[in-house]
Structures are given as C-alpha cells and as structure tokens.
C-alpha cells in the first residue's frame, strides 16, 4: 500500500541521493541500478517490493513517481509563490506613443484582437472596466472598423472598481462607461453587470462577488490554475499620480486583501469616498490586463512602479503582476518620460 508518507520519502530519497546520482552518471553507469538508499530501501519494504538484483524495475518505477510528486509540488508551489511573489514578472510591455491619438488606436487595435481570441476560444469575452480617463481612451471602439468588426454579443461587462454612487450620477464609472462605450455599441444588457448601487458598499462589494461567483460557475469568467479567482480576459486599469489603480490606494488595508474577490473602502482618498474594488488577487490572476497612463504628473509613480518593483513596494501600480497573464502598460511620452532611455526608445 502507498502510505501517506510516500512523497516525503521519496522526497527524502533524492535530496540524499544527488551525489551518488552525479557520480554514477559521471560514470556513464546505469542510474541506480542497486538500491542503497536506506529511504528507499524502506519506501520498498512498504510497498513488498524486492530491493537488489530485480531492483532495475522497482528503480525506475519509483524513479518516475518521484518525478510525477517533484512536477506536482513545483507546480503547486510555483503556483502558490507567484500569487504573493515579490520577483518582477518578465511577461511585462511596455508600448510608448507619441500622440494621445496613436495610444488610443493601439488601444482599441489590442481590446479588439483580445475580444477575437477569447470569443474563439472560450466563446466569451469577459472584460473589467475602471474609472477615469480610460474609458475616453477606449472611446475609439465606438468608431469603424471595430464598430462593425467586434463580436459585441459575446462582451461580458465588469468594473475593477466602482464608486458606490447612484447609476446616473457623474461620479459613476458605470455611467462614464456608459455614456462613452457601452450606448454607442451593441452590447446585450443582461451582459453589463453594474453594481448593486441602492446598498452599503460593503453590500454592494458582497453583492459584486456573488455574481462573479456565479459567472465562474458557469464559465462565462474563466477560472484561475492556481487559485479559485476569476481569471478575466481582461481587466483595464488607469493609474493615479499616487500609483493608486482601481480603488486600491497606497498604504490602504485593502491592498492587503487575500480572500475576497471584491472588497469595499468607505475612506477613498480620491473622492467619492465609498467604492467596491477588485482585490489584487483577482487583477493578479487575469489573462491580460492593461495598464493606460498619460500625463506628465504621473510620470514619477510610471518610473516607479515600471523600474522600481521590488520586495518592499508601497505603490499598488507596482503590485499589478499577472500571475501566469501578460500585463501591458500604455504610456504617451510624458507620463513614460522618467522611464530610462532602454524602455523609452
Ligand atoms: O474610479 C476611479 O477613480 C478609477 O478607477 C481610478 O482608479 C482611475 O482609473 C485612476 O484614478 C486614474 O484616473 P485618471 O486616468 O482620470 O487620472
């Protein structure tokens, strides 16, 4: 029988066992072919198997179940390091352009090419909007070719974060999508999920993660390999000068937030003051997400939160790294303007 001990001993076996690996390999011999490993030995003498002579085949077949646990808790640990990893990610770009206008058409050009691949793949495109500039940033959608070209039908509509402010308020990003996106385009309705705005934001934050609990139920939101997040397609971010994204604000307890997939904060530095946010370990497990910055006054947190990343970072902006997605940064010259000459050419 294969105890529960099973994988710590064969752990134990090959942590001891390295040197005489390299020597026997050196040697151009075959790979253990006599056990005599004590560890092993007793992993042997559980499992009734024979220990010398006929050994060749017991060897290997505790060589490659050694091989499958080591694949299993690296996977598992990688996956698990990476969620709260302080190591700066490599699937990282960083696109610079010369006029506001020419960010917006790569903007729309990479929103447009995102919604085609996951409609092909999965049949869905699930996509986070936040507040802010971004949403005239996207405003190109609305206009040919992609118009006519995106698969509108197949968009499911969120928001990373969402002030906790009545829908046809100036304050609410739904609104701002709405006004600039979402009427000009033929979305379904039942496919735009705004928050529950009659509520608490904590309600309203409890609420928000209900749905997307059953979103990913269904698979219209995928769902992480490494965690049970939503994984979406993709989750677009602005920044603030303070290198806030979403409601996630510097030094703000809800940076700190490992188990809700939405969260509430009731003291916004930025006003309005109450707003629901994606935690980080959400916008960390999205496939995509796209970071749109312009103007010069964010031009330090861009420095910072491109060049600086390291263990001890304050700026949420630095704390955006997809665990197995890819992170895009869409800067105009001024707010890239601190970057260093390699990132900027
Ligand atoms: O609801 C919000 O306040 C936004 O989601 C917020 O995170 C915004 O994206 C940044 O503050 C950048 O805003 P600007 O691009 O307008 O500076």
Redesign the pocket.
């Given at each position: 029988m294969i105890g529960p001990t099973f994988c710590i001993k064969l752990a134990a076996f090959t942590q001891m066992d390295l040197q005489s690996f390299t020597h026997s390999s050196e040697k151009n011999t075959t790979i253990f072919t006599s056990i005599d490993h004590p560890t092993l030995q007793e992993v042997l003498r559980d499992w009734d198997l024979p220990s010398t002579e006929s050994g060749i085949f017991c060897h290997s077949f505790a060589l490659s179940l050694f091989c499958v646990c080591l694949g299993i808790l690296f996977e598992s640990h990688h996956c698990k390091d990476m969620a709260n990893s302080v190591s700066p990610i490599s699937n990282k770009e960083v696109r610079i352009h010369d006029s506001l206008d020419e960010l917006a058409t790569d903007l729309a050009d990479y929103i447009a090419g995102l919604s085609e691949m996951s409609v092909k793949e999965r049949g869905f495109f699930a996509i986070a909007l936040?507040?802010?500039?971004?949403i005239s940033m996207i405003g190109k959608l609305c206009e040919a070719p992609y118009n006519k070209t995106v698969d509108w039908a197949k968009w499911h509509i969120f928001?990373?974060?969402?002030?906790v402010v009545a829908k046809n308020h100036s304050d609410s990003?739904y609104k701002l999508a709405k006004d600039g996106l979402l009427s000009k385009v033929p979305v379904i309705p039942s496919h735009v999920y705004s928050i529950n705005d009659n509520v608490s934001a904590e309600k309203a934050a409890k609420e928000y993660e209900f749905i997307l609990r059953q979103l990913v139920k269904m698979r219209t939101v995928s769902v992480s390999e490494c965690s049970d997040c939503p994984k979406f397609d993709l989750i677009l971010?602005?920044?603030?000068?303070d290198g806030?994204?979403?409601?996630?604000f510097p030094l703000h307890a809800a940076l700190n937030e490992k188990e809700e997939w939405v969260t509430f904060i009731y003291d916004?530095p930025?006003p309005p003051p109450e707003?629901i946010?994606f935690t980080l370990p959400v916008i960390n497990s999205a496939s995509n997400v796209a970071l749109?910055?312009?103007?010069s006054a964010?031009a330090e947190a861009v420095r910072l939160a491109i060049e600086e990343s390291s263990s001890n970072c304050t700026l949420p902006a630095q704390m955006v790294w997809p665990t197995n997605g890819k992170l895009v940064w869409f800067l105009d010259r001024s707010s890239a303007s601190k970057l260093d000459a390699s990132q900027s050419a």
């Open positions: 936040s507040g802010g500039s971004l928001w990373a974060d969402e002030r990003n971010l602005g920044m603030g000068h806030h994204v979403a409601s996630l916004s930025k707003r946010t749109v910055v312009t103007g964010k």
